[in-house]
Nanobody, 125 residues
Framework: QVQLVESGGGLALPGGSLRLSCAAS????????MGWFRQAPGKEREFVAT????????YYADSVKGRFTISRDNAKNTVTLQMNSLQPDDTAVYYC??????????????????WGQGTQVTVSS
């Protein structure tokens, strides 16, 4: 059983930055593809970014490409999401997720085996 705990959410001004972190425990972190998803009020959970087990391959939603960067540190069992040029439409609860695979990425909610509890990101002036 893998436990995922997110941190780093909060309030940011439009054009500002936030850095989210997800700490994993209880499993072999390097066996998992990792992803970030978000869910705004009244909307479905949507894909944001994913990274493969080795950190060699990343993939982003079009809406965040060029603004967000996903990375991971297998020695520290952490995955981070650096969010720059934040916009009000980025306001959502952000979730960290893990998929038990060293071959596939994690780009759909149904593909996740584990979820964190979520962290709120609010972008507002």
């Amino acid at each position: 059983q893998v436990q995922l705990v997110e941190s780093g959410g909060g309030l940011a001004l439009p054009g500002g930055s936030l850095r989210l972190s997800c700490a994993a425990s209880g499993g072999t972190f390097s066996s998992y593809a990792m992803g970030w998803f978000r869910q705004a009020p009244g909307k479905e959970r949507e894909f944001v970014a994913t990274v493969n087990w080795s950190a060699y391959i990343t993939y982003y939603a079009d809406s965040v490409k060029g603004r967000f960067t996903i990375s991971r540190d297998n020695a520290k069992n952490t995955v981070t999401l650096q969010m720059n040029s934040l916009q009000p439409d980025d306001t959502a609860v952000y979730y960290c997720a893990a998929r038990r695979s060293k071959v596939l990425l994690l780009s759909r909610p149904m593909e996740a085996d584990y979820w964190g509890q979520g962290t709120q990101v609010t972008v507002s002036s």
